[in-house]
C-alpha cells in the first residue's frame, strides 16, 4: 500500500476574513512568481494569499522574493503549501483549510479540470491564464471547460477563463475595440513577437513541454465561417512591430480565436502570428527529427520516459532566463472593420521590456506578460467587477477597467489609428 499523501503548509490559516481578498495562487514557475508579486502590491483587495505546488520549496522562494521587492511586512499575509494539483481530493483539503474567494490556476494546462472540480466541490471561483490541455495529446480546446458551465452557475461560482497575455490581454484589446472603436470587427490578427535575446543557443520562455507542443502542432485559423487547417509553420510573413522593426511572423493554432469568434460573430478572418528567430526553428527541426518532440513514452533501461519531458529537464530553466535578458516583447490586434459605414484599421498593442520586467520581478518579460493580467483578472473579480455566475472568457466582461489597470499595474498599451496593417 502507498503512504498516504500529506499537504504540508507554512502558517496555515483556518480563519476566514469578513472582508474578501483571500486567494490561492496554484503553481511557482515564472508566471506564478509574478502574478504573486503583483498580487503583494495590490493588498487594497487582495488580504491573504497562499502559494501551493507540487514542491514547497518554490513557494517559499516566491515569500522571499516578495519580502524583498515588497516588503517583509506585506509578506507576513503570505502562506504557502505542497500540493499535487492532479489530486481533486487533495486541493479540496487545502481549500477548506485556506478558504479562499478565488483560486488562480498558475500550473500546468493539465491540471485545469481537477483544480475546477476542486473550486465546484468546495465552493470558491477559478481564474487561469490557459485552457485544458490533456497530457497525452498534444490538443487544446475550450470545449472540456466549457462544459463547466452550468454547474458553476448553479453553483454561483464564476470560471474566468484565459487571463493571462494571448489568451488574455488580446482578447480583451479585441473587446475594447468593438466597445469603442468598430460597429463591426472584420479582420482580426493578433500578433506576437519577442524580440529579445536570452543570450542561450536555444530556450523556451515558458514550460518547454508545453511550448514545444504548442508550436509543432498544424496551423489553424478562421475564415468566413471555416476553420482552416494548415501544416506546421506553413504560412508566415514579414511584418513590422513597433520599436521592433520587421520579424518573420508564423501562423499558429491559438486558443482565442476559438472563443473571439464566437462571441464577435462579425468576424469573417481571425489569425494569430508569432514570431521565429531562424536558430530558433532550426533548433526545433532537429528537436523533432531526432524524436525528442514526441510525447509518447518510450522504455529506456528498464523504466519509462517521454522523450519531450526529458527534454525539458535538460533545457534551460524559462525562469532564470531574466538576468541575462534583453530586448522586448511586443504584442497586440490589428483590426480591419467598419465604423459608421466606412473601413477603418486600428492597431493596438503592448511592448514589453524583459529588463524592465527583471527589475521588478526577477522574471523575463513573457512570465511578466501573463502574471501581470492574471493579477488584474484577479483584482477585478475581488472588486466585482468582473463576478458572475458561470464559466466565461475574458472577453466577455466588461474591457474598460481591465484596460485602465494594464496602464495602472505595468502594461501600457498603445493605439494606432488608420495605420497599415500589413496583412
Given at each position: 500500500m502507498s503512504p498516504k499523501k500529506v499537504i504540508f503548509a507554512h502558517n496555515l490559516s483556518t480563519k476566514k476574513t469578513d472582508d474578501?481578498?483571500?486567494?490561492?495562487?496554484?503553481?511557482?514557475?515564472?508566471?506564478?512568481?509574478?502574478?504573486?508579486?503583483?498580487?503583494?502590491?495590490?493588498?487594497?483587495?487582495?488580504t491573504d494569499v497562499m502559494i501551493a505546488s507540487r514542491t514547497l520549496a518554490?513557494?517559499?522562494?516566491?515569500?522571499?522574493?516578495?519580502?524583498?521587492?515588497?516588503?517583509?511586512?506585506?509578506?507576513?499575509?503570505?502562506?504557502?503549501?505542497?500540493?499535487?494539483?492532479?489530486?481533486?481530493?487533495?486541493?479540496v483539503r487545502l481549500f477548506e483549510g485556506f478558504k479562499p474567494d478565488l483560486v488562480m490556476n498558475l500550473a500546468l494546462p493539465y491540471q485545469d479540470l481537477?483544480?475546477?472540480?476542486?473550486?465546484?466541490?468546495y465552493g470558491c471561483s477559478?481564474?487561469?491564464?490557459?485552457?485544458?490541455?490533456?497530457?497525452?495529446?498534444?490538443?487544446?480546446?475550450?470545449?472540456?471547460?466549457?462544459?463547466y458551465r452550468e454547474r458553476f452557475e448553479k453553483a454561483g461560482l464564476t470560471a474566468i477563463l484565459g487571463c493571462g497575455f494571448d489568451p488574455g490581454v488580446t482578447s480583451i484589446f479585441t473587446a475594447y475595440a468593438a466597445k469603442h472603436h468598430f460597429d463591426e470587427i472584420?479582420?482580426?490578427?493578433?500578433?506576437?513577437?519577442?524580440?529579445?535575446?536570452?543570450?542561450?543557443?536555444?530556450?523556451?520562455?515558458?514550460?518547454?513541454?508545453?511550448?514545444?507542443?504548442?508550436?509543432?502542432?498544424k496551423g489553424l485559423y478562421y475564415e468566413d465561417g471555416k476553420w482552416v487547417e494548415t501544416e506546421p509553420l506553413e504560412i508566415h510573413k514579414t511584418l513590422t512591430y513597433p520599436n521592433v522593426g520587421p520579424k518573420e511572423s508564423y501562423l499558429l493554432h491559438h486558443?482565442?480565436?476559438e472563443s473571439l469568434v464566437l462571441n464577435f460573430p462579425t468576424i469573417r478572418r481571425g489569425r494569430f502570428w508569432m514570431t521565429f528567430g531562424q536558430e530558433y526553428l532550426t533548433h526545433l527541426r532537429v528537436i523533432q527529427d531526432i524524436g525528442m518532440a514526441?510525447?509518447?513514452?518510450?522504455?529506456y533501461e528498464g523504466k519509462e520516459i517521454v522523450p519531450l519531458q526529458f527534454l525539458k529537464a535538460v533545457l534551460p530553466n524559462p525562469q532564470e532566463l531574466g538576468s541575462n535578458y534583453d530586448g522586448e516583447t511586443s504584442i497586440g490586434c490589428r483590426i480591419r472593420g467598419l465604423k459608421g459605414g466606412k473601413e477603418e484599421t486600428y492597431y493596438?498593442?503592448?511592448?514589453?521590456?524583459?529588463?524592465?520586467?527583471y527589475e521588478e520581478t526577477g522574471m523575463q518579460g513573457v512570465s511578466y506578460t501573463t502574471g501581470v493580467p492574471a493579477c488584474i483578472g484577479a483584482r477585478l473579480f475581488m472588486q466585482g467587477l468582473w463576478k458572475k455566475a458561470g464559466v466565461y472568457n475574458v472577453e466577455e466582461f466588461d474591457p474598460d477597467p481591465f484596460m485602465e489597470e494594464l496602464n495602472k499595474q505595468g502594461l501600457p498599451w498603445h493605439e494606432i489609428f488608420g495605420g497599415d496593417l500589413e496583412l
Open positions: 474578501m481578498g483571500r486567494v490561492i495562487i496554484i503553481g511557482a514557475g515564472g508566471v506564478a512568481t509574478v502574478a504573486a508579486i503583483k498580487v503583494a502590491k495590490n493588498a487594497d483587495v487582495f518554490k513557494c517559499d522562494a516566491i515569500v522571499a522574493s516578495i519580502a524583498e521587492k515588497v516588503g517583509a511586512e506585506r509578506a507576513k499575509n503570505f502562506q504557502t503549501a505542497q500540493v499535487d494539483a492532479d489530486n481533486t481530493p487533495e486541493l481537477t483544480i475546477m472540480d476542486a473550486c465546484l466541490e477559478y481564474l487561469d491564464t490557459a485552457n485544458y490541455e490533456p497530457k497525452d495529446e498534444a490538443h487544446f480546446e475550450y470545449s472540456w471547460q466549457w462544459a472584420q479582420y482580426l490578427d493578433i500578433v506576437d513577437c519577442n524580440a529579445g535575446n536570452h543570450h542561450k543557443a536555444f530556450a523556451t520562455n515558458f514550460n518547454p513541454e508545453i511550448n514545444i507542443r504548442e508550436i509543432t502542432q486558443e482565442e480565436l514526441s510525447i509518447k513514452p518510450i522504455n493596438v498593442y503592448n511592448n514589453c521590456s524583459h529588463q524592465a520586467a
